[in-house]
Structure formats: C-alpha cells, structure tokens
C-alpha cells in the first residue's frame, strides 16, 4: 500500500523567499504530525493536525511558519522570509485512528543559501 | 517534561554479534515507546513500539525492545547483527495520557549504528 508521500524530496531556496512544503497522509489517516530534523539531531515536532484542525502547533518555531491541511489529507507547511536556520529535513508523519504508530514520510531536505 | 536521552552517539558490532543501542526516557504518565531506524536519505521506519504488556516486545527484523519502569530504559537489541542493520536508530517517547500531548512524540538524538563483516 501506499504510504505517506513528501514533495518536493529537495528544495534550495534563497534567503528570504517563500516555500511550500507538500505532504501526503496514509489514506484514511485522520492524524498529521510536521517534524523538522537538522543536522546531527532527532526529529523536533512542529505541528499536529486532527482532521483539518491544527490541534497542537506549539513547536512551530515563529510566526513565519504556518501549515493548513484543508480537506482533512493533504497538508502544506509554509516558511516565509526563509532564513539559514530554517536549513533542514522536514518529515511528515500520520496516524490511524485504531494505532499509536506514526509513519513517516521520505521527508524534504529544505536548503537556504 | 517529556525527554529522551540516547547515551551512545555511535556502536559497533561485528556482524553475527549481539547488539544493543540504549535509550533511557522521562515522561510524566505511563510510557507509549518506540523505535524507529533511519537509512541514508530516507525517512523514519517503525521498527517496534511498548504501550502496555509484556516487558520484551518483538518487532521487524528481528528486533526486541525491553521495557524497564524501575529504570526507566527502553533499550533495543538482536541477537546476530547483520551488516544491513547498519543505519541511525531513534528511541521516541510520548505521554500516553491523551489528553497531554496530545501524540506529538520526544525522539532522542540517534545512535549510528555499524556492524562490520
């Protein structure tokens, strides 16, 4: 079966310009987690969605980070005015509503210059 | 607060030795525990979870994870490493009170693991 899905898998970007990241949830997976992982670091939360509701966004770093999931599947995070920090693998995860288990995404490796 | 430490940055293990990579953790309810291994360029992969039961619980590829409360230790191990178990391994916490956290998971800093042929 088919499992979480992240584009782009890549993204250079400059500093202070916009992006979108993409994630894909396991079909029927009602639950979505945002993790971001930099270098030489285990994944650090970020936001967690309960159908299209952000029902936890308290490890979203500042203001420049946002993320909708609007239909209750898709989910995008968004990063304005990128900034070097920003640099680093962001996973996507989802969950069922009968386990504890959270699959993850390939993740997108976002790089600032 | 919810943490997760993993003491060892790195183990190696010749293949067909046992191995273990350590993981303690602190958590305010009762512990839901997880493993999960990293390949180079790839994602988290589930390898195991404890919730609730036997202390010793098995997962993929021949994994085991045992479950101490009294030292709060979720230390992962196989008997015979082989050498394509080499990759970074993350322990992961979260409160199992649900409404806390409400699932987010605590992960450790990874240990890198090789097993040389």
């Known amino acids: 079966g088919a499992g979480v899905s992240q584009t782009p898998s890549n993204k250079v970007t400059e500093k202070g310009k916009y992006v979108e990241l993409r994630c894909d949830p396991i079909?029927?997976?009602?639950?979505l987690y945002w993790y971001r992982q930099s270098l030489g670091q285990g994944p650090e939360f970020l936001i967690y969605f309960q159908g299209t509701g952000a029902a936890d966004d308290s490890g979203l770093p500042n203001d420049r980070f946002f993320a909708v999931r609007p239909e209750g599947s898709v989910s995008t995070l968004k990063i304005q005015r990128t900034e070097r920090g920003d640099s680093a693998v962001y996973l996507c995860?989802?969950?069922?509503?009968?386990?504890?288990?959270?699959?993850f995404g390939p993740g997108t490796r976002l790089t600032v210059l | 607060a919810q943490s997760v430490a993993q003491p060892e940055d790195q183990v190696n293990v010749a293949e067909g030795n046992p191995l273990t990579v350590k993981c303690t953790y602190s958590?305010?309810?009762?512990?839901?525990l997880f493993w999960y291994v990293q390949y180079p360029n790839r994602g988290l992969q589930f390898l195991l979870k404890y919730i609730t039961g036997d202390n010793l619980v098995k997962g993929s590829y021949g994994f085991e994870a045992e479950f101490n409360k009294s030292q709060t230790s979720f230390h992962l191990k196989k008997p015979s490493a082989l050498v394509s178990d080499s990759a970074l391994y993350f322990c992961?916490?979260?409160?199992?009170?649900?409404?806390?956290?409400?699932?987010?998971?605590?992960f450790g800093r990874g240990t890198q693991l090789t097993v040389w042929p």
């Open positions: 992961a916490v979260r409160d199992g009170y649900r409404g806390s956290t409400l699932g987010r998971l605590y």
């Open positions: 958590v305010s309810g009762n512990p839901y």
């Open positions: 995860a989802s969950k069922g509503p009968s386990t504890d288990t959270q699959y």
């Open positions: 079909s029927g997976h009602t639950a």
